[in-house]
């Protein structure tokens, strides 16, 4: 059976994947998952996950094309600095 | 340290180095990718443990730890039987590691209770390590226990166990001569 793991680093890190490993059970698994992945004080856990148990999702289909819905090249920070400016502008017009 | 102590240091160092030289054998040619990289490691590991403790040994007895390991005759080695012999079937090395990491595990509990702290803290640390061989080597039994070739294998090698140290097989001198041929080529003192 062959085996994804998935380490963390340090704490609070998230898990990011290491490799895969082919064992023929969950217990070789973990044993050759900690000697390839954790042994040297490299990870401070490791996931080990069947790779049939993990769902793969891939075709993200737009059929009706509606890519207003997509939020991608719309930058945030430049708008926020022009409202900013603005807001800046106001505040100054109304103290005056 | 009391000469019980350095005679174990060294029965244990004798058997980590010839079992380490033994399980390296494997190393390319093991059934499985997985386990080739697993047990190089182990094998790796005892060779370790062989020069933590030649290194205790060789201060007490005022020589170093390379010519406790390569410069004594084959008749002088303490090391087990068990670990002499060349196995070419995984089956058998499986049980010889499962045996001896059983074996190890006693020895090495009392040599953490020595009333020397030198000896008693290597052992420890030692164990520290072995503690994964031997989940290494209980995951392998737990596979192979209803396999009749593995169960021959550990009745025909049990009894290596208590065979002594003392007389060594013919095996072992072979194993010494490719040892100890590099250092053997040179002339003594010859620095690397």
């Given at each position: 059976?062959?085996?994804?793991?998935?380490?963390?680093?340090?704490?609070?890190?998230?898990?990011?994947?290491?490799?895969?490993?082919?064992?023929?059970?969950?217990?070789?698994?973990?044993?050759?998952?900690?000697?390839?992945?954790?042994?040297?004080?490299?990870?401070?856990?490791?996931?080990?996950?069947?790779?049939?148990?993990?769902?793969?999702?891939?075709?993200?289909?737009?059929?009706?094309?509606?890519?207003?819905?997509?939020?991608?090249?719309?930058?945030?920070?430049?708008?926020?600095?022009?409202?900013?400016?603005?807001?800046?502008?106001?505040?100054?017009?109304?103290?005056? | 340290?009391?000469?019980?102590?350095?005679?174990?240091?060294?029965?244990?160092?004798?058997?980590?180095?010839?079992?380490?030289?033994?399980?390296?054998?494997?190393?390319?040619?093991?059934?499985?990718?997985?386990?080739?990289?697993?047990?190089?490691?182990?094998?790796?590991?005892?060779?370790?443990?062989?020069?933590?403790?030649?290194?205790?040994?060789?201060?007490?007895?005022?020589?170093?730890?390379?010519?406790?390991?390569?410069?004594?005759?084959?008749?002088?080695?303490?090391?087990?039987?068990?670990?002499?012999?060349?196995?070419?079937?995984?089956?058998?090395?499986?049980?010889?590691?499962?045996?001896?990491?059983?074996?190890?595990?006693?020895?090495?509990?009392?040599?953490?209770?020595?009333?020397?702290?030198?000896?008693?803290?290597?052992?420890?640390?030692?164990?520290?390590?072995?503690?994964?061989?031997?989940?290494?080597?209980?995951?392998?039994?737990?596979r192979l226990k209803d396999e009749p070739r593995f169960t021959a294998a550990l009745d025909e090698l049990r009894p290596l166990l208590d065979a002594g140290r003392e007389e060594h097989s013919a095996e072992l001198a072979e194993l010494?001569e490719e040892m100890t041929m590099v250092r053997r080529s040179q002339p003594a003192g010859t620095r690397w």
């Amino acid at each position: 059976m062959i085996y994804e793991v998935f380490r963390q680093e340090r704490k609070g890190q998230p898990f990011q994947h290491a490799g895969s490993l082919e064992a023929a059970n969950h217990d070789f698994a973990e044993t050759y998952a900690k000697e390839f992945y954790g042994r040297r004080g490299e990870s401070e856990a490791l996931w080990i996950v069947p790779r049939e148990a993990i769902m793969e999702a891939e075709d993200f289909v737009d059929e009706l094309n509606r890519n207003y819905h997509r939020v991608d090249g719309y930058s945030l920070k430049e708008k926020l600095k022009e409202a900013r400016e603005r807001a800046g502008h106001a505040l100054v017009a109304r103290d005056r | 340290m009391n000469e019980q102590d350095t005679r174990s240091l060294l029965e244990i160092a004798d058997d980590e180095l010839i079992l380490g030289w033994r399980d390296s054998e494997w190393t390319g040619i093991a059934p499985l990718l997985e386990e080739d990289v697993a047990f190089s490691s182990i094998a790796q590991n005892e060779i370790g443990h062989a020069r933590a403790l030649y290194e205790l040994v060789a201060r007490e007895q005022g020589t170093t730890a390379d010519e406790l390991a390569f410069d004594r005759a084959p008749d002088e080695y303490r090391c087990s039987t068990l670990v002499e012999r060349r196995f070419l079937d995984w089956e058998k090395t499986i049980a010889r590691h499962y045996l001896y990491e059983e074996a190890d595990a006693k020895r090495l509990e009392e040599l953490k209770q020595s009333g020397d702290a030198e000896v008693a803290g290597l052992a420890a640390k030692i164990d520290r390590e072995e503690a994964y061989h031997r989940i290494h080597a209980q995951m392998w039994f737990d596979r192979l226990k209803d396999e009749p070739r593995f169960t021959a294998a550990l009745d025909e090698l049990r009894p290596l166990l208590d065979a002594g140290r003392e007389e060594h097989s013919a095996e072992l001198a072979e194993l010494w001569e490719e040892m100890t041929m590099v250092r053997r080529s040179q002339p003594a003192g010859t620095r690397w």
